[in-house]
């Protein structure tokens, strides 16, 4: 490392390497300041702040009055983003086959929309849209957060009504003929943060998916969903 690097850098480098290969398992406990101090041969500043830092990449966390310990990496769970595309939850289904307990909350309401979402539907700026909020929670934890924004005219109004979107447009002579999905990475809203129970250091995968009937948008969503706990998974079908 070079000399101009900050000095709590090798203190962070060792214990993620350690974390990282093993020699330090989930639920070992942390090095204290003080040992931090001695071990590295580093100011108190310096392994205050390697601490707050491996804290904040979710390696590690705080016990008051305790100490430091190895976080627990959960394994990924697969989403399948195509096999249940036409199930009136997705999620829920694909969750659900792998022997999982789901359920999920939601709220409608009308708003205007604002200039990503009019964007988005090709609508005007301030048109009155449908927005539909989920929270889905598998075995009872929150594991998803979903605003579904639509038309008025398509919206479902009773829970008789909301089943699959591709059958609700069917009903309304609509062939949906293309899902569009695009995903990132980002730190999550503080508000995203209490809903999702997240860690500190985690980061969400954010999904943007719209519903296409030929040249025409009819319902865009945002997705969120802890990134340390599922991995996103497309098949994509080969026609030779």
């Known amino acids: 490392m070079a000399s101009s690097d900050p000095v709590y850098l090798r203190v962070v480098e060792d214990?993620?390497?350690?974390?990282?290969?093993?020699?330090?398992?989930p639920g070992a406990p942390i090095p204290s300041r003080a040992q931090l101090t001695r071990k590295y041969q580093v100011g108190e500043t310096a392994a205050r702040h390697a601490l707050r830092v491996l804290a904040g990449e979710g390696l590690i966390f705080g016990r008051v009055g305790s100490g430091h310990y190895v976080r627990?990496?959960?394994d990924l769970a697969p989403l399948h983003r195509w096999r249940f595309h036409d199930h009136q939850a997705p999620?829920?289904?694909?969750?659900?086959?792998?022997?999982?307990?789901?359920?999920?909350?939601?709220?409608?309401?009308?708003v205007e929309a604002t200039a990503?979402?009019?964007?988005?539907?090709?609508?005007?700026?301030?048109?009155?849209?449908?927005?539909?909020?989920?929270v889905f929670r598998a075995d009872g934890k929150p594991l998803q957060l979903a605003t579904s924004y639509e038309p008025l005219e398509f919206a479902p109004h009773s829970d008789e009504e909301r089943r699959s979107l591709i059958g609700r447009l069917a009903s309304y002579g609509i062939k949906v003929t293309e899902i569009v999905e695009s995903v990132h990475t980002r730190v999550p809203r503080p508000s995203e943060i209490d809903a999702l129970d997240l860690p500190a250091g985690v980061h969400v995968l954010h999904l943007?998916?719209?519903?296409?009937?030929?040249?025409?948008?009819?319902?865009?969503?945002?997705?969120?969903?802890?990134?340390?706990?599922f991995e996103?998974?497309?098949?994509?079908?080969?026609?030779?």
């Not at 999620?91 to 009308?110: K, N």
């Not at 009019?118 to 609508?123: D, G, S, T």
């Not at 943007?208 to 706990?229: F, L, M, N, Y």
């Open 91 to 110: 999620f829920a289904a694909d969750l659900q086959s792998q022997g999982r307990r789901v359920t999920w909350d939601w709220h409608s309401e009308p």
């Open 116 to 134: 990503d979402i009019a964007q988005r539907l090709r609508v005007e700026e301030s048109t009155t849209l449908t927005r539909t909020h989920y």
């Open 232 to 240: 996103i998974v497309y098949s994509m079908a080969v026609h030779l």
């Open 208 to 229: 943007k998916r719209t519903h296409w009937a030929g040249e025409r948008p009819v319902e865009t969503s945002d997705i969120v969903v802890p990134g340390d706990r």
């Open 72 to 74: 627990e990496r959960p």
């Open 15 to 25: 214990i993620r390497r350690q974390i990282n290969d093993g020699t330090l398992p």
